[in-house]
């Protein structure tokens, strides 16, 4: 019973880490005007893997709409890009750190029908990974499964918290370099006032000894 309630505990302890601490799948329901662009951004680390399927819903059967999609990374490269399509999928690892775009469009050629909804399921990191693969090539099974399962989650947790770790030193040091150049300006600023108020005194004076009212 002892072991049943560890391995019970450990399972609901990876079901809230890979809900809440993980990058995981999100399943998008995009919304696409007749004219214009809708893009989805994630922010993602580096050397992680991407997994993503797309279709379009259309209401309307009179006609047969077709999308456009463009995804590109933090740096504007483009890592895919199709248009005259009705679904399809993507998938990278990630080469740089930033937020990824997923933008969306209709074809101009067919325009008119109205707007289209896209359905976008978005995988992140544990969650693209092929677990039936997995347990097929190393024969486990269930709860061994499930562990695994816990184990990978476990390891992008430690990953993403090097990371915040990393961003948070770097933001402190841009904090820091900040502080510093506004107090290095205050102390500027003041010794610019001084020194005005220095030639200010400086003239009135010489003024009113001109003027011999001193």
């Known amino acids: 019973m002892e072991i049943r309630a560890m391995l019970t505990l450990l399972f609901l302890s990876f079901c809230f880490f890979s809900t809440n601490l993980v990058p995981s799948a999100l399943a998008i329901w995009l919304t696409l005007p007749a004219t214009g662009t809708k893009c989805v951004s994630e922010e993602i680390q580096s050397n992680v893997v991407v997994l993503a399927d797309y279709v379009l819903v259309s209401d309307d059967h009179s006609h047969n709409p077709t999308i456009g999609v463009k995804v590109t990374s933090p740096y504007g490269n483009n890592l895919h890009h199709k248009e005259n399509t009705t679904h399809g999928s993507f998938a990278f690892t990630t080469q740089e750190t930033g937020n990824y775009l997923a933008c969306f469009w209709m074809d101009g050629q067919k325009q008119g029908g109205g707007e289209v909804n896209v359905n976008l399921d978005w995988k992140i990191g544990v969650a693209a990974k092929d ?23 476990v390891e992008a947790i430690h990953e993403n918290l090097l990371y915040l770790k990393g961003r948070e030193a770097e933001m402190r040091i841009v904090s820091e370099k900040t502080n510093a150049r506004v107090a290095w300006f205050s102390i500027m600023s003041l010794g610019v006032c001084i020194g005005v108020s220095a030639l200010q005194l400086w003239y009135l004076k010489r003024f009113f000894q001109k003027k011999k009212l001193l």
Do not use: N, T
């Not at 190393?138 to 399962?149: A, D, H, N």
């Open 131 to 153: 677990w039936d693969s997995v347990a097929k090539k190393e024969k486990i099974e269930g709860v061994e499964l499930e562990l695994r399962k816990l184990e990978g989650a």
